[in-house]
Structures are given as C-alpha cells and as structure tokens.
C-alpha cells in the first residue's frame, strides 16, 4: 500500500459482502428450512470446493446448492434448475 501525504493510504477498493448482510434474503423462498439448508450448502459447497481446488461460479454454486436443499427437504425443484 502506497501512503499519501499525511499518513493516509490509498484505497483501491471496497468490498462487501451483501448476502444476508445489505439484502433481505427472506423473500427469497417461502419456507425458512428451505432458505436455510441453501445457504448452509451454498456456503459449505463455496469452502469445500475452494479446498480441493475446484472452483466453480458463484451461480453454479448457487443452483447446486438450491436443488440440494429442494430435494432433501422433498419441495419441487423449480425446472431451470432440475437438469441434473
């Protein structure tokens, strides 16, 4: 980081992280358990292939982890999402 006059230091960006943070998420889906075991595997999917070196886009993770939790808790999986 390079100082400007006066102790400051240049920013060169901001980040945020607006999921559940600056956006409502619960209108998302219509039952809590739903909206929770997708964020649960949309997180847990993020770590776990960040680890083993499998990066895939935010929305692939996203889409996986929605049919997921669609699935174990017996909801319908909406049809962009059941091609797998």
């Known amino acids: 980081m390079k100082s400007r006059p006066g102790g400051r230091v240049a920013t060169k ?4 992280d607006a999921y559940g ?3 409502d998420t619960s209108s998302i889906a219509a039952d809590p358990a739903l909206l ?5 595997k949309q ?3 993020t770590w ?3 680890l083993m070196d499998r990066w895939e886009d935010f929305w692939k ?3 996986d982890a929605h ?3 669609a699935r174990k808790l017996e909801t319908d999986v909406p049809a962009a999402l059941d091609r797998a």
Do not use: G, H, K, N
Not at 13 to 16: L, S, Y
């Open 13 to 16: 960006a901001v980040v945020f």
């Open 21 to 23: 943070t600056l956006f």
């Open 36 to 40: 929770s075991l997708w964020r649960q």
């Open 43 to 45: 997180l847990e999917y």
């Open 48 to 50: 776990r292939r960040s």
């Open 61 to 63: 993770l996203t889409e």
């Open 67 to 69: 049919r997921f939790a």
